[in-house]
């Protein structure tokens, strides 16, 4: 089977404990994540050949990621080393009608450095049979912009298939270029496209219609405009999910997803998901769980995305960026067994 590969920035993770507030905690719990990685280590556990790709510090906070990355069966041989920090993030755990918040510290880090020619993307795509990259990684900097763009051009040169989750993050457009600037000349590379209204709207400038995700309740049915105009804008597209995500309360969502093909709007379940434990990295979870149902599930895009969805929402019980879990725990949720039984 051939490798995937995913391009991004892995970050040290600073957790206040539990529900602690920043300003209540004296200790934070660390461990390490990032939009990418956070696919990568999903494919992993589903048994799919996948490399990960960045550029880290020679040192041994980035030593001890890479090798916890390895641990999962990550592939980090091409990682390129260089600079002088690892990025971090913290995050403070929101409850009932408190929200999460998250603070980045990660301007000058390795990867917001990185510039053209520094990584050997023919090398890299060597055995490749999909590249996956989220707008993340453009919003970094505009070194890490190129290369991204760098990298979609030998991708395409070499018949890969492209994905892209669109990732909009308000907080990281900071170098003087907006989103909608910088996207649309990446995307347009992608065969697959994964994003919410937001992420739509604030990327690519394409707004849905009839959207409400304030009242709890998500009509699956009002995205199919927006599908329809990224496809008409993307030709390249042949796949656009929109993760289904309304939002009872920092405890209590509601999450499903649709998948249109150009003809036909595919829609999953919806999972009441009513004690969450960590909500960081779902649309990640959701991502490595889509792509392993479109390379495993050929041809049935229902059961694709009825995969990455059920994937997610377990991702929602478990702690830290990285979803744990196998494709035989996927496969039980898919099949209604959300019992939580014991298994002995």
Not at 316 to 337: A, F, P, Q
Request: aromatic content about 10%.
């Amino acid at each position: 089977m051939k490798k995937t590969v995913t391009f991004g920035e892995v970050m040290l993770r600073l957790a206040a404990p539990g529900y602690e507030r920043f300003l209540q905690s004296n200790t934070f719990n660390a461990t390490f994540g990032g939009g990418e990685a956070n696919v990568a280590v999903s494919l992993a556990n589903y048994g799919i050949p996948v490399s990960f790709v960045t550029r880290v510090p020679q040192n041994d906070i980035a030593n001890a990621c890479l090798r916890e990355l390895r641990g999962f069966g990550v592939d980090v041989n091409d990682v390129v080393f260089g600079g002088d920090r690892l990025g971090i993030y913290y995050l403070e755990t929101g409850a009932v009608s408190r929200a999460s918040k998250v603070i980045y510290d990660r301007a000058y880090s390795s990867i917001a450095q990185v510039k053209p020619g520094m990584i050997d993307w023919e090398k890299v795509f060597e055995d490749a049979c999909w590249f996956h990259w989220t707008g993340i990684t453009p919003a970094i900097s505009e070194g890490a912009a190129e290369v991204c763009l760098e990298a979609l051009k030998v991708a395409k040169e070499m018949g890969i298939t492209v994905s892209c989750d669109l990732n909009y993050r308000k907080n990281l457009w900071k170098y003087g270029k907006r989103a909608d600037e910088v996207m649309p000349e990446l995307v347009k590379y992608c065969d697959v496209i994964l994003g919410n209204e937001e992420d739509a709207e604030k990327a690519l400038l394409i707004k849905p219609e009839g959207v409400n995700v304030e009242g709890g309740k998500v009509v699956a049915e009002a995205y199919l405009s927006v599908s329809e105009q990224i496809m008409k804008r993307f030709p390249k597209a042949k796949k656009v999910i929109t993760t289904l995500r309304s939002s009872i309360n920092a405890n209590h969502n509601n999450w499903a997803g649709v998948l249109y093909d150009g003809k036909t709007l595919y829609k999953s379940k919806e999972y009441q998901i009513t004690h969450i434990v960590d909500r960081v990295g779902g649309g990640d979870s959701f991502m490595g769980g889509l792509i392993y149902g479109l390379q495993t599930y050929v041809g049935d895009d229902q059961k694709a995305l009825d995969f990455a969805v059920a994937a997610s929402c377990l991702k929602h019980t478990i702690y830290g960026d990285y979803n744990r879990v196998s494709v035989s725990e996927v496969e039980k949720l898919m099949n209604g067994d959300a019992s939580g039984r014991v298994s002995r």
